[in-house]
């Protein structure tokens, strides 16, 4: 198309009064920038769990991530991969980066202490998820499992299903969680004089300290016949190595989390129980209550997540696929 000389002054001035009247209403209500808007009033909160390895910690995450995104909010998450030094770092980067609230499980609560009280001192909302603290004054909210109960069910249903047995438990003390799951373990069979307790050993919680534990008591020679494990990550690497050298069938495996691995091995009469922890409700319940405190509402200080027992009586009522 050919403009006439007049038209093309009319054409250029149209769009030059356009572009100096939104560069006006631009330096007049900024606001009018939704994207823009919406990234100044985000909410910025941190993440930093005991390893980002174990699939639980997986879930626990996203299910925070999903509520904190849908809200147009922002969560930094870091893995510390069981260093607490590094975690102990990665709190104090997170609130110099300006985060409101971080969600902690700690690799060793002693030792990221001084992070959280410089937390705290700078008004950052603590949330525990997954193992409690020995002083919770230093709490804005604890959710967990109910892990003492998470030992007792495990010890039950072994009485249950055994007369006597030898045992070793696979534990992490550096963790609260631990230490209750385990204690509820052992008072629920120290009344019983046929079940002795060989010996206890410290794995992280991890599959691959495990497994070379494991391997060392069977070249030991230990005679043992049950194993409780704190976590399904554990008896995981108790049940390879007891495979590796045949002695899979001989062996009672109990765990805590109703993993999807751990519950595949019970649907197969691998592995005798699990306590099934619920992920994804620790993670709402955590994100639910960061949100009362922002919003002014009410807060649940403590909240306990139930534990249920799985086994070959139940297996079919749970899925392997994923987590309950």
Known sequence: MKFLPNQVKTVLYTIAAAAALLGLLAVLDKNNDFSLTQSERAHKFGATYMTMNNPFFEVIN??????????????????????????????????????????????????????????????????????????????????????????????????EKKTEGKVLIFEHPATKSSNDRVEGFVDTISGNGNFEILDRMDYS????????????????????????????????????????????????????DGA??????????????TAAQYPSEIGQNAVDQLYNMIEGRAVEKKIRVSVNLISAENIDEFSTKGWQ
């Open 260 to 273: 999807p691995e751990a519950k595949s091995m019970i649907k197969e009469r691998i592995m005798l129980a």
């Open 62 to 159: 996203e299910t925070i991530r999903s509520t904190v995104e849908s809200n147009g909010d922002i969560l930094i998450t870091r893995d510390p991969a069981l260093d607490a030094v590094r975690q102990t770092q990665q709190i104090y980067e997170l609130i110099d980066e300006g985060v409101e609230a971080i969600f902690i499980a700690p690799v060793d609560f002693e030792e990221v202490l001084p992070a959280i009280e410089y937390g705290r001192e700078k008004g950052v909302k603590i949330i525990f998820v997954d193992t409690e603290i020995y002083d919770e004054s230093l709490a804005d909210c604890i959710v967990v499992s109910d892990n003492y109960r998470a030992g007792v069910i495990c010890a039950e249903y072994l009485l």
């Open 205 to 256: 919680g991890q599959l691959e300290t495990a497994m070379p534990l494991m391997i060392d008591e069977l070249k030991k020679g230990t005679e043992f016949d049950v194993v409780f494990s704190i976590n399904d990550v554990g008896a995981l690497g108790v049940m390879a190595a007891l495979k590796d050298y045949g002695k899979l069938d001989d062996i009672s495996i109990l765990g805590v």
